[in-house]
């Protein structure tokens, strides 16, 4: 196993952790790789803490990281796929996991991954994962597409590793850029558009009207369903994603979780300069009041982040004539 944290200013304990996280990263690209070789990593395997349907690679995924993890700095350890925080006995971090996040993807050779945050150890489990993203000292994912790569922040800006192919080799690369402050492409589950309230809906509308409509420009839309793969890409070369909450039940909040899922994407996605709200107010102040609580997710570059939450505080048709061509806040 090859991998160095040097120069960071990571504590031995942090290091040793993402030194496990990258060994488990590498075993799961090569599990990846040979699906429908061996076995069907795509096939049902129970239900989660969540309700979802869980899937032969969720489970695996999972217990290849806790196996890993155990007997080493993390104490507490919190993941998806399990109702309740693991407590390792020993240790002085609090990982929380998605251990395989856009499992809709498996079986159809699509990017996946895993998304991690990390905290000091406070009291118990709840005082470890129930605060402010603000205070993680890690938080990144693991992304298994073309390319597997390793993309963290500890606090300092946001870095990048990609593994050689094959091995267990993790080689540093370029820093991830800043996020570009504006940007034309959007990505959003649109066949939810009946569900979702007002202001998302006019924010879209809005842009789908095009060069036509009151922004006066043409906008493009992906949706891979990977939330790893949508900040990958968003990381790469901008956008914004909204998971809103909407009225299906269940949805109330929206699909994403905040602890294993939003706050870490949040703490990449600021460290660049961008902006990670619940559509209104910043996802890394918010407190979760469980470990897998929802919160609906709105991030990407700065300017349309902000945008949103400006559709939010305004009657729909204040929020069309303000944003049209003649408007405060065009572009
Ligand atoms: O299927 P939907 O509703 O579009 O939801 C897609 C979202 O669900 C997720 O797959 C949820 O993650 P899991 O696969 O870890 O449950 C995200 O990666 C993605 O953004
Ligand atoms: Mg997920
Ligand atoms: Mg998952």
């Avoid at 991998?3 to 799961?28: H, I, K, Q």
């Avoid at 994407?265 to 902006?275: D, S």
């Avoid at 619940?278 to 979760?288: E, Q, W």
Wanted: include cysteine; charged fraction near 20%; glycine fraction near 10%.
């Amino acid at each position: 196993m090859s991998v160095s944290f040097d120069g960071l200013g990571l504590s031995p304990e942090l290091a040793d952790t993402m030194t496990r996280l990258t060994s488990v990263g590498a075993t799961l690209a090569r599990i990846i790789a040979r699906n429908g070789l061996e076995g069907n990593l795509a096939e049902a395997a129970g239900t989660n803490a969540g309700g979802d349907g869980q899937k032969a690679l969720d489970v695996i995924a999972d217990e290849a990281f806790m196996d890993a993890l155990r007997d080493g700095a993390v104490r507490y350890y919190a993941s998806e796929e399990q109702d309740d925080v693991v407590d390792f006995e020993t240790g002085t971090l609090a990982l929380a996991i998605d251990p395989l996040d856009g499992s809709s993807n498996i079986d159809v050779n699509v990017s996946i991954g895993t998304i991690f945050s990390i905290f000091p150890k406070a009291e118990g489990p709840d005082e470890s994962f129930l605060r402010p993203g603000t205070e993680q000292i890690a938080g990144g994912y693991i992304i298994f597409g073309p390319q597997t790569a390793l993309v963290v922040s500890f606090g300092k800006g946001v870095q990048q590793w990609v593994l050689e192919p094959g091995t267990d080799i993790w080689t540093r690369v370029a820093d991830p850029k800043p996020l570009p402050p504006e940007t034309s492409e959007y990505a959003i589950n649109a066949s939810n558009y009946r569900h979702w309230p007002q202001p998302i809906r006019a924010f879209i509308d809005d842009m789908v009207a095009g060069a036509e409509g009151p922004r006066g420009r043409n906008f493009n839309m992906r949706w891979i369903a990977s939330l790893v793969a949508e900040t990958h890409r968003i990381i790469s070369r901008g956008g914004v994603f909204l998971y809103p909450g909407d009225d299906r039940e269940g949805y109330e909040r929206g699909r994403l979780r905040h602890v294993y899922e939003c706050a870490p994407i949040a703490l990449l996605i600021t460290q660049l300069g961008g902006g990670a709200t619940d559509g209104a107010d910043p996802i890394l102040n918010a407190l979760p009041d469980r470990l897998h609580a929802r919160t609906p997710f709105v991030f990407g570059s700065s300017t349309k982040v902000a945008r949103v939450a400006a559709y939010h505080d305004l009657p729909h048709d204040e929020s069309h004539a303000l944003f049209n061509s003649r408007g405060l806040f065009r572009s």
